[in-house]
């Protein structure tokens, strides 16, 4: 079974700072996708970023990137200069091959969240 | 390109009421998703559906079902209705099946209140 871990309940960080949100992972597969998800208090889930088990560079989108450490099994994700809007429950999921079962993927599997507030 | 919709967006109901809800994927997309989102138990994955069949389902009893249509629309269903199956329900869409970059699309969840 899959299991995701994010340590940080809440955070609380400066304006124009960066952040780095924590996520590590536990699977046996060795193919697997990891996701980030920014979820407003609005409740609507929010595409950030992807990483793929065999992806050597880490991935970048504008201000998201992501810091794997594939040995480590974590994923953590980066915000630079981050921004009031930023604001919002953020989590961390995983999704892996069912290679040995017909194909396809399993669900998500998401860890319980970090809520980022950014203050002024 | 419009993003996944679901209706209703609230929805209170009383133990042991049944509850459908509905789903309608980003065009062009085939698979579509369901998860549950509590304050204790966090996202959980209930079941995928592609192509009208189920091909991944969680650890949820079987009062949970869904279905998906020939235009990949989805509808989930719950019976009898238990006062722990208050929640957000969330429905995500994609292309395919795979495990790789193929990004799940959320919509804005129907939030279930049952009384």
């Known amino acids: 079974a899959q299991k995701i871990t994010q340590t940080q309940p809440g955070m609380f960080v400066q304006e124009k700072e960066a952040v780095t949100l924590d996520c590590t992972y536990d699977t046996s597969d060795q193919s697997y996708g990891l996701f980030w998800y920014k979820q407003p208090s609005s409740g609507e889930m929010i595409f950030l970023i992807y990483?793929?088990?065999?992806?050597?560079q880490n991935a970048t989108e504008g201000r998201y990137s992501l810091n794997f450490q594939k040995a480590r099994k974590s994923a953590n994700l980066v915000i630079s200069a981050s921004q009031l809007g930023d604001s919002a429950m953020y989590f961390c999921?995983?999704?892996?091959?069912?290679?040995?079962?017909?194909?396809?993927?399993?669900?998500?599997?998401f860890g319980k969240g970090t809520h980022l507030i950014i203050q002024p | 390109k419009a993003g996944v919709t679901q209706t209703p967006r609230y929805l209170i109901k009383t133990r042991g009421q049944q509850v459908t809800l509905s789903c309608s994927p980003i065009s062009g997309h085939r698979s579509v998703s369901w998860y549950q989102q509590t304050p204790g138990q966090g996202l959980q994955f209930l079941f995928e559906y592609f192509s009208e069949t189920q091909r991944n389902k969680g650890n949820f009893p079987g009062r949970f079902s869904g279905r998906q249509f020939s235009n990949s629309r989805s509808e989930m269903n719950v019976s009898t209705l238990e006062l722990g199956d208050s929640a957000l329900y969330l429905c995500a869409s994609r292309h395919g099946t795979s495990y790789g970059p193929d990004t799940q699309y959320f919509g804005p969840g129907t939030r279930l209140t049952v009384l």
């Open positions: 999921a995983m999704r892996v091959s069912r290679s040995n079962s017909g194909g396809g993927a399993d669900g998500l599997t």
């Open positions: 990483q793929g088990s065999y992806d050597e």
